[in-house]
Every structure is written in structure tokens, then in C-alpha cells.
């Protein structure tokens, strides 16, 4: 296998379910290491997440017309 094989079976999973079970243990591991995350670790990713609390400030402005 040739390393622009084994770059792209790294880069693309649908790729590797092309190649036969003999060629896909020959693919070494990708030096990017895990490629997937358990469900154990999703649910320590909060990056999206809505804050816990909010302020908020409102600020009301009253006009009095001014007499001449």
C-alpha cells in the first residue's frame, strides 16, 4: 500500500470500507490517533452550550416635552 493510500484511508472513512479486510490490516494507525469520541466524552463538551445565567441590563428612557 502506498502512502497516498494510507493518507487518504486516515482521511476518509468511506475510503477504507472500500478496501478489502486484508488491505485495512495493513493501514497503519493515523498519527492523529482517536478518531471518535465515547459518549462519556460528549458529555463533558460544553462549548456550545447556553451560559447558566444571564444579565441583563434595561435601560428605560422617559421624554418630557419641553414647554417654551
Not at 500500500?1 to 477504507?16: C, H
Not at 460544553?46 to 445565567?53: F, H
Request: hydrophobic residues 45%; glycine residues 4%; charged residues 20%.
Amino acid at each position: 500500500m502506498n502512502t497516498e493510500q494510507i493518507v487518504k484511508s486516515w482521511k476518509d472513512e468511506d475510503y477504507v470500507h472500500e478496501l478489502s479486510a486484508a488491505e485495512q490490516a495493513l493501514l497503519p494507525e493515523s498519527p492523529a490517533g482517536l478518531m471518535e469520541l465515547s459518549d462519556e466524552d460528549l458529555l463533558g463538551v460544553n462549548g456550545a452550550s447556553l451560559p447558566t445565567s444571564v444579565i441583563v441590563t434595561i435601560i428605560v428612557i422617559t421624554l418630557t416635552p419641553i414647554t417654551l
